[in-house]
Nanobody, 127 residues
Framework: QVQLVESGGGLVQAGGSLRLSCAASGRTFSRNDMGWFRQAPGKEREFVAAISWSGGYTVYSDSVKGRFTISRDNAKNTQYLQMNSLKPEDSAVYYC????????????????????WGQGTRVTVSS
């Protein structure tokens, strides 16, 4: 059974930091791009960041560029999202995702491109 399990969410003050982790089990994702998405109440799920299977290419949404850093450790089958300078508008449930296709040319930013999803971890940023 393939599982993606997020951890590291919580309550933080504006300007603070959090580090999210996503541990995969049931299969290796070392050949698959991975990403983070988020969904705030009443809004659609949106792209946050993605990383290529090798870790050599990353892409970010404009709203988090320069503040968030995505990384991965293929030996641990885990990806991370370091979130700095958090703002109240970053509050959402954050989801880990993995592309079902191996060796993609570039990581995708669309929800529909990802076939594996975690259950989400909530991040709340207070002002």
């Amino acid at each position: 059974q393939v599982q993606l399990v997020e951890s590291g969410g919580g309550l933080v003050q504006a300007g603070g930091s959090l580090r999210l982790s996503c541990a995969a089990s049931g299969r290796t994702f070392s050949r698959n791009d991975m990403g983070w998405f988020r969904q705030a109440p009443g809004k659609e799920r949106e792209f946050v960041a993605a990383i290529s299977w090798s870790g050599g290419y990353t892409v970010y949404s404009d709203s988090v560029k320069g503040r968030f850093t995505i990384s991965r450790d293929n030996a641990k089958n885990t990806q991370y999202l370091q979130m700095n300078s958090l703002k109240p508008e970053d509050s959402a449930v954050y989801y880990c995702a993995a592309d079902g296709t191996t060796y993609q040319f570039r990581p995708a930013t669309a929800v529909s491109e990802y076939g594996y999803w975690g259950q989400g971890t909530r991040v709340t940023v207070s002002s």
